[in-house]
Every structure is written in C-alpha cells, then in structure tokens.
C-alpha cells in the first residue's frame, strides 16, 4: 500500500473542560463504594482488595499529612520507589494536596537524583527504601529546596497520617480542586538514552485526554472475561474472577505504566502491583489478570522461558512446531481469506489443548489481551503470541506524548505496525521521515527549558518525535528507527539499527544486540547471551559440567556451536533488510548488559553511547 504524509483520526468523545485527575477517585467513591479497585499483596502471598471507598480514604488521609507538613498547590513532591501499592496511593495523595509529583527511578545513582531533585525544585521526596534515603543524605546539603524526605520502609504513610489528622476535610477539599486541566500534574524525566534527562510538563488535560480516548478505544480489555477456545472465541468465564484486573510490573516511572495506573483507576479495574520482574511469573499465576502491559523483552523472555522448559524436559521439538502452527495461524487471519488452512488449523486444535492452555496459564490463565510499547515488539512474537490466544496490542508514544498516540485495536489490528492514531491525534511523516504528531496528549514543553522545547514543539502544536517511520493510506503507522540513531555506511547507505536489533533478540540466546557501521565499510553487531538460556542449551549439547559449571557467558562465548547458533540468529535478522543493510560481522561478549551497569534504561533500552565507549575495542576489532 501507499505510503501517506499525514493522516489524523477525529475525536470520538467528549474530554472534560473542568476538575483533574483527582475527580476519578472521588466520583468512584461516590458512584460505587464498594467497588474494588485495587488489591494489595500481603507478606503471606495473598491479595487483599481494596475498594473505591477505602482507596479515597487512603488517599485523603495521606494527603493531609502533605498538606500539614507545608505542601502547597503546584510544589513538587518526588516519589522514588519501584512500583507498589503505596506508590499510587502517594501519587493521588499529592494530587488531593493540590501539588506536581515527580516520579524518580529506583535505581538512580546520587549523582541523578540530585540532578532530578535539584532541576525540579522539589520540596519533599518519598523514597521506598533507607537505601535511597542513604543516597539522597549524600546530596541533601546542595539541595536548598527540600524540605522534608519520609521513607515507606519506615511507615511513611502512617507518619503522614498522623501528622495530617488535624486538617479539615473542606481545607483538603479546597487543596484537591485547586488544579484545571491546563494545571502542571507530573514532571516525568526522560530516561536519558543520551545527555541529561530533562522534565517533561504533563498537565491534568494530557493526561485526561490520554485516558479518555485510550479507555473507549480499548474498550475490550475491561468487559467481563472470557476463557479462549482453540478457534480464538470464548465464554464467559465462571470461575468468579469476574471483573477486568491488571498486574503492574512495569517502573511507574515510566509514561506507559503511569497511564495505566490512572486508566485502571478511572475503569474501576482490579489494579495490582508487583515490582520485581524476576518473580513475574508466579505473580502473574496468584492475581490472574485478564490484561497486562509489557515492553518486549517481557514478551521475548516469557516466549524464551517456555522454549527453555520443553526442551529441558524432552520436547523442544514439539514446542517449535506448537510455535510454528501458531504463528502461520495467525497469519492466516491477515491473509485473503481471512483463515488459516485446513491443516493448519487443525494443527492449532491439537496444540491448544496440548501447548496453548499452558502458556495462557502461566499468565495467569485469564489474560486475553496485552499491551506492549517502548519498543518493536516483532511481527513473529505478535503472530505467536495472538496464535496461542493472546491479542498483543502494540502501540507507540512517548514520555512528551502522555504516552501512546497509535494503537492497534481489538478491532483493527496490523501486526508489525504501532496501529492507528488514537481519536483526535495526527500523524505526519516530514521530508526526512521523522514522524510528527499533534494532539491533547502532547506534553506542554520542558520544564525551565525554554530552548530545548522550541527545537522539539512547533507553535502550532506539532511534535518531532525524533523517531523515523511511514504511515500506509489506511492510517497504520510502522516506526523504523530513531533519527539519531541511523547508521550511515561508508557508502552512503543509511541503517535502522533497531530493525536488525530486534529480529537477533528474538532469539532465545540472545541477551541483547548493537548493531554498529556509522561511516563503515559494512554493518557489524555485537551480541550478548541470555544468562538464563544457556545452562538448559549447554545440558542439552552435551557442554555443561558437574554442578552446572561452563554454562556460563564467559564459559560459551567462542564456543563453535553456539557461534552457529548465533550466526543462524543473524541470517535470520538478515534476511528482512537487504544486503547492503545486512550485518556481515558479529561477536559475541562474555559478558551480559545490565541497567544495574548503566547499560539499558530502565525501560531496558540501550544506552548506546555508553556501550560504544566501553566497546569501542570490540567494535574496532570487527574491522580490522
């Protein structure tokens, strides 16, 4: 199909001209108390609900503590915690205290909190942990602005509680519909792939207008759920689980995981939290949810974990062809008939109750669709993953865009695009293939950087996304690279690197992929292992000593039959580019990339000016 300039979709609902994100909570209070809304996980293991009138108790009483020890309306509150119950109850508290909060990643150094801090002017801060308290000590002395730091480790919200118990229910009242639309709600820093991160401005407006036009597009998600069958219908399920739940597991301080806090909370959805990605699965077995949000390598992993599984236990082969049936079922449904073949189909029964029910199961068993964004997810895990009954619903945004501007929808969905644009939202791809967007969600700029924002935000409301793409004539949009990152080769050829990056972490062995070339002769790559992976490959290729020793990283990296393994990755990276695009040389590194290192962000992208500088040997030894 044709490719088009621009393409914009009109606004299909009305968005509130009055009040904030406060009013979700009081209205849920109001309209259904006894709604569940969240759920917390005890130190048993068992989920406790929480209803819409408790969480507006919660949330209020918190609130007043901010309000007593001085917050006033617009000052900044930082909130540095992984993701748990008490982080949304925080950030509605400071939104009730008529204040901006300022999500912080748990796993900053001091050095980037005091940037943070510093930069946004905050006055107080909400750390999870005496860790982090321990860091903000060590930069405290410069940071003239703050005021106070409470510690959820130490019964932060019980400090608050008691100290706001003397405020009045009409002075929090006035402090909670202080704040309009086009008031500043968040500043949330940008995970800084290259320089300094910088706040991006997110008012009660962007953020109402996300939710509003995310919550009636993706209605699916939050009606009843159904148990899948093996030819993708359902029924309703029975087993009393029987209103939409979500898990979150992704940083919420991140752009994706906030937006569906705050979705969740408007729908009234059973919203958990988990904050450690390396216990996912189990939790996602306890709270069963029926939609999750993920970036891809959450995909890529679960996908790896169950590879790794079949074949320690004798059936590696028969999950391949479970895989491949799968995916060529799925495709059926993009083809001109609008199914699979005969045989194929077939195949797809057999495997739904021999392979697909298990791998729902491990998501808990009621999850029907999920949510991916950060990243390309692949066309080959989509068509897997909606082959085994999991519709993936990937989408594209950024921190400066409240999140997703396109969405594939249950209804209209394009594997291997980033969908649509979202109601009231324009696409228009420039001269030089940087995607352009414009819409209610567009941040209002940087804050106290007038001369960064003047380079990204145009008068007139467009916003250079930095990120190169093409819209096809029925509006779906595909990203292709970051304009930043296009590689130039020797020979003027110009290289997304993310296309060949995503198609090599696809494989099971793969940890992660750069692809290099920028002014070279040919394009290059180097490559990690998946840690995880390697000790079920080396048992099964005959490499893995006594106690499970040589299945390191180290132990395999210049082994010749994973090298083989490998080299299939890269020809089947290869073989969706074309030759002058193709990666000619790889090598593989002894060691893994970790964002704990500084080399992925907390979204798990790289940072790739860093590795090029730690690499820059490696990268040099592919040329010689």
């Known amino acids: 199909m044709p490719d088009v300039r621009e393409y914009s979709t009109p606004l299909t609902v009305d968005l509130p001209t009055t009040g904030n994100l406060t009013d979700d909570v009081v209205r849920n209070a109001t309209e259904a108390p006894d709604a569940v809304v969240l759920a917390r996980r005890g130190a048993d293991g068992t989920w406790d609900d929480v209803t819409a009138a408790g969480f507006l108790a919660e949330v209020r009483q918190v609130a007043k503590g901010l309000v007593a020890a001085g917050i006033g309306p617009g000052d900044r509150v930082a909130l540095v915690s992984r993701t748990r119950w008490e982080w949304t109850v925080l950030d509605y508290a400071i939104w009730f205290a008529g204040a901006v909060s300022v999500p912080v990643y748990d796993s900053s150094s001091a050095e980037q909190l005091e940037h943070l801090l510093r930069d946004s002017g ?90 509003t036009v995310a919550l009636h597009e993706l209605a699916a998600l939050f009606e009843p759920p159904t148990r899948p069958d093996g030819d993708g219908a359902g029924d309703t399920d029975s087993d009393g689980d029987d209103g939409p739940s979500t898990l979150l597991f992704l940083p919420l301080a ?40 993920a970036v891809p390598r959450v995909f890529e992993k679960i996908f790896t974990t169950a590879s790794q599984r079949a074949t320690a236990d004798g059936k590696g082969a028969g999950f391949d062809r479970a895989a491949a049936t799968a995916i060529a079922w799925s495709r059926g449904l993009d083809g001109p008939k609008g199914h699979a073949s005969i045989a194929v189909r077939a195949r797809h029964t057999a495997f739904e109750r021999l392979v697909y029910r298990g791998l729902r199961d491990t998501l808990g068993g009621r999850c029907r669709y999920a949510v991916c964004g950060g990243a390309p997810l692949g066309e080959r895990l989509g068509h897997f993953y909606r082959g085994i009954g999991v519709e993936v619903l990937e989408g594209y945004g950024l921190t400066e865009t409240s999140a997703a501007v396109t969405a594939n929808l249950p209804d209209a969905v394009r594997i291997g695009t980033v969908g ?22 567009v941040f209002t700029g940087y804050w106290r950087d007038e001369e960064a924002t003047a380079e990204v935000l145009e008068p007139d409301g467009w916003f250079h996304t930095g990120d190169v793409g093409e819209v096809d004539d029925e509006g779906f949009v595909r990203v292709t690279g970051r304009k930043k990152e296009i590689l130039v080769t020797a020979g003027g050829k110009n290289v997304a690197p993310t296309v060949l990056e995503d198609r090599l972490r696809a494989h099971p062995l793969v940890g992660q992929a750069l692809v290099v070339g920028d002014r070279e002769p040919f394009i290059a790559a180097l490559v990690t292992l998946d840690a995880e992976a390697l000790p079920a490959w080396a048992a099964a290729h005959g490499k893995a000593g006594r106690g499970g020793r ?51 962000t907390p979204s798990l992208k790289l940072r790739r000016q860093v590795l090029m500088r730690q690499h820059k040997d490696d990268v040099a030894d592919l040329y010689l």
């Open 550 to 600: 040589g299945t390191t990283p180290s132990d395999l990296a210049g082994d010749p039959d994973l090298l083989a393994e490998i080299q299939a990755a890269v020809d089947d990276a290869n073989s969706g580019v074309s030759k002058a695009e193709s990666i000619r040389r790889f090598r593989v590194l002894a060691t893994e990339w970790t964002e704990e290192d500084g080399h992925l």
């Open 254 to 293: 991140h752009v994706f995981a906030r937006i569906i806090q705050i979705g969740s909370v408007r729908a009234r959805v059973r919203l958990g939290h988990s904050h450690d990605v390396r216990d996912l699965l189990p939790r996602l077995q306890e709270f069963r949810p029926t939609f999750v949000l």
């Open 122 to 211: 905050a006055t107080a801060v909400v750390a999870e942990t005496r860790a982090h308290l321990a860091r903000i000590s060590t930069v405290r002395a410069g940071l003239d602005e703050l005021h106070h730091v409470w510690v959820i480790d130490d019964n932060a919200l019980d400090v608050l509680r008691r100290l706001g118990a003397d405020v009045a229910d009409d002075v929090l009242e006035q402090r909670r519909t202080h704040a309009g639309p086009a008031d500043l709600a968040t500043l949330l820093y940008t995970s800084g792939t290259t320089g300094e991160p910088k706040g991006c401005m997110l008012t009660h407006g962007n953020l109402t207008t996300e939710v």
């Open 420 to 441: 649509r644009p979202l109601p009231g939202v324009a696409v228009r791809v420039a001269d030089d293939g940087e995607l352009l967007v414009r819409g209610g969600q």
